[in-house]
């Protein structure tokens, strides 16, 4: 029998292989923009599914088991731009549990067909929709997990797909007062139907904190000076930042779509106001309109805002200027960062910057022509991105 798996590179099982992804330094772009630091991209395609989720999907199964949560046999189902969903689908197909989706319309098509590869169900509800109504995302997902709820047992797979089938009509024929009924009905916690609700678990940015923080520390030496990342569930933000504060004083700077939230909290409008302010953006997986329970914008120093145009820009060229396809909240991650040190002249330092996912998601929109046209952006990239230089 081999003695050390991990070290030739043999698993037990797939969920083992997340994580231990490579800092990959980005000198082109550093020349290119004329950075005097260095730059470092955190590439978490490298993980199985994809995406930096696959880490959140298994500290979420993991923690609901330990917790009793969850039982043999039960449906997981959560409110997901997509990469949540195929961490959870790929952990939950490992471990033998379903899994249902809830997704906006505007998530690419290929998120939802990786998702029903990996035997999920998924669900399209309307994007702009507030979260409290009966066919947003979130709500939708606790009308599949009431429904199941109700049954008092697992429910077998066909059973399932009736449930989802259902839900999906009531979501397209704008039933919501049926929707409003099942969702007002008293439910306690089943552990037949799991919602794992990314955006208040705990586990999401404690997975951060034990191995997306502990691995940029490691591969750092501790010798980082700058951490950038984009603000989703800020499940990433805060368990980087609260690991990397703790141990020196890291600047963490979050960057944030034109329309989310965020940028403006942290300016010190209130919420509500914010709230009110917030409208719909293209870039995936980025920006809210709400304020997760998983995001302390304390750790947070600064907060950079990127358009749309910017993002896909940035993101285009970066694959093209140094063979890195990673999605929008990359490139909007990689814009937000030259700015912010152009901006503010920082020299001499040691950025790292968080590349959640692979541009594979995106080929059909920002990697095609087409789509952007149709959607009034600029092609040119370079001409998009003169202004930075
Ligand atoms: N980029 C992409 C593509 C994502 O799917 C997410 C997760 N919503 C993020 C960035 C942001 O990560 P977090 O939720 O941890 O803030």
Not at 237 to 255: F, Q
Not at 309 to 320: C, G, H, Y
Request: no cysteine; aromatic share 10%; net charge negative.
């Amino acid at each position: 029998m081999v003695e050390n798996y991990t070290e030739l590179g043999i698993y037990e099982d797939i969920v083992k292989v997340i994580g231990k992804t490579p800092l990959v330094r980005l000198k082109k772009i550093e020349r290119y923009f004329s950075i005097e630091s260095e730059l470092y991209a955190k590439i978490e395609f490298f993980n199985p599914g994809g995406s930096i989720k696959d880490r959140i999907g298994k500290y979420m199964i993991e923690g609901a088991k330990k917790e009793g949560k969850i039982t043999e046999g039960a449906v997981i189902v959560e409110p997901t731009s997509g990469n949540t969903g195929v961490g959870l689908a790929l952990v939950a197909a490992d471990e033998g549990y379903k899994t249902v989706f809830t997704m906006p319309d505007k998530m690419s098509i290929e998120k939802e067909l990786l998702l029903e590869a990996l035997g999920a169900f998924v669900i399209r509800t309307p994007t702009a929709v507030a979260p409290s109504d009966p066919n947003s995302y979130y709500k939708v997902a606790e009308a599949v997990r009431n429904l199941i709820w109700k049954k008092k047992r697992p429910v077998s797979r066909e059973e399932l797909k009736e449930i989802v089938n259902y839900v999906q009509r009531l979501v397209d024929e704008e039933r919501l007062d049926e929707l409003r009924s099942i969702l007002e009905e008293e439910v306690e916690e089943t552990p037949y139907a799991y919602i794992p609700n990314q955006y208040f678990n705990k586990y999401n940015p404690i997975a951060h904190y034990e191995t997306t923080a502990k691995e940029i520390w490691e591969q750092t030496k501790g010798e980082i000076d700058y951490l950038f990342a984009g603000i989703g569930t800020g499940g990433t933000i805060t368990g980087i930042g609260r690991y990397l504060k703790e141990r020196k004083d890291v600047k963490i700077i979050g960057v944030d779509p034109v329309g989310s939230i965020y940028n403006l909290v942290k300016k010190g409008m209130s919420l509500e106001e914010a709230v009110k302010k917030a409208h719909p953006y293209l870039v995936e997986g980025i920006g809210e309109d709400l304020l997760p329970e998983t995001v302390d914008l304390s750790l947070v120093d600064d907060i950079v805002v990127v358009n749309d145009q910017e993002a896909f820009a940035m993101t285009r060229f970066l694959a093209r200027k140094e063979g890195i396809l990673v999605g929008g909240s990359s490139g909007a991650a990689l814009y937000g960062t030259i700015k912010y040190l152009k901006e503010n002249e920082v020299k001499g330092k040691k950025v790292v910057i968080i590349f959640p996912d692979t541009g594979r998601n995106y080929l059909t929109k920002i990697f095609n022509n087409k789509w952007l046209l149709e959607n009034g952006f600029e092609t040119d990239d370079e001409k998009v991105l003169e202004g930075l230089r």
